[in-house]
């Protein structure tokens, strides 16, 4: 029996669902039931019927799926997959700001722990962080952990006080400029895509700025033929499949996720067999940081 059909085997005998980030090596994005980016993740896991959820991404990505599903047993192939930025902001900043602005909204990146997420208002991820923000009420904007996306919205909401973080992507901010120029040069009708995580000097030159799947769209639906893609290099492959005549370039040091790609199909299989590798939250962070991200779900709809 092949690893695939020992998976589809274990899937059924444990009344299992697997989820996969784009990010992760193709083979798992195969056999995934669901593929998409962090906000359709979220809302794919709000509502799934079966026992287990296999989540193949980073640990954040399996913490909200926990949050999202309390009664439901979530595992990961490797709980060493994480997400540097996750961590890059810490609860004493939060309830600082909240002494010093009365008016202020605390906006969470999806790529968040958990803990961060308890003390914030609402989550966001990079496809409907920009609705989300426009839609509160509040004039003071906290925004974390990530910086550049952080500028990104605000560039788009000028109408808001934002006080930023300074936490980043290691992966998209190691995107050089001086290889997407590189690589304009050699394909002057190439389009950039880019992903907001991006800092602001990529950003500037680039065609479109959205999400996983936003570019996944804009590619799909554009009239050109070739593209630049400034986000990690797991997306080349649903690209590729969805737009077999059309060609995409990484830059020469290609952003890659290890975190990601730490992911197998024999880790797969494994914690399907053993159940190990559970996510485990308190009732107590399940019940705080589940409003932030059920406000993400109502808002941006
Ligand atoms: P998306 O929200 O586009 O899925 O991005 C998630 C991520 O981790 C980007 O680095
Ligand atoms: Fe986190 Fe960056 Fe990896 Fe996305 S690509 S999971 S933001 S480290």
Same mark, same amino acid.
């Given at each position: 029996m092949s690893i695939v059909e020992k998976i589809q085997r274990l899937k059924k005998e444990k009344d299992g669902v697997i989820l996969a980030h784009y990010y992760v090596k193709p083979e798992i994005q195969e056999i995934a039931d669901y593929i998409g980016d962090s906000f359709y993740l979220s809302k794919i896991a709000a509502g799934l019927t079966e026992k287990t959820i296999v989540f193949c991404g980073v640990s954040f990505m399996g913490e909200s799926a926990k949050i999202l599903n309390p009664d439901k047993t979530v595992l990961m192939p %490797?709980?060493?997959? %994480?997400?540097?930025?996750?961590?890059?902001? %810490?609860?004493e900043s939060i309830k600082r700001l909240r002494e010093k602005y009365k008016d202020l909204a605390v906006v969470?990146?999806?790529?968040?722990?958990a803990e961060l997420k308890c003390y914030s208002d609402v989550c966001v991820t990079s496809a409907n962080a920009v609705r989300i923000v426009k839609a509160?009420?509040?004039?003071?904007i906290y925004f974390i952990p990530d910086r550049n996306l952080a500028h990104y919205v605000a560039e788009q909401v000028p109408e808001k006080n934002f006080i930023f973080n300074e936490g980043y992507c290691p992966v998209h901010e190691r995107i050089e400029l001086s290889e997407i120029r590189k690589l304009k040069e050699t394909h002057p009708e190439a389009e950039i895509l880019t992903h907001p995580e991006c800092p602001k000097n990529i950003r500037d030159i680039s065609d479109y700025i959205g999400s996983t799947s936003g570019i996944l769209n804009y590619a799909a639906e554009?009239?050109?033929?070739e593209f630049i893609i400034c986000t990690e290099n797991g997306v080349r492959y649903e690209l590729e499949k969805q737009n077999p005549e059309k060609l995409f370039y990484f830059t020469e040091t290609e952003p890659v996720c290890e975190d990601m790609k730490l992911i197998t199909l024999e880790k797969l299989a494994y914690v399907l067999e053993t159940g190990e590798n559970e996510i485990c939250v308190s009732d107590e962070v399940i019940k705080k940081a589940a409003k932030a991200l059920q406000n993400m779900l109502e808002i941006a709809g």
């Open positions: %490797d709980r060493r997959a %994480d997400c540097a930025m996750a961590h890059m902001a %810490d609860a969470c990146y999806i790529n968040s722990m509160l009420p509040n004039k003071y554009s009239e050109g033929k």
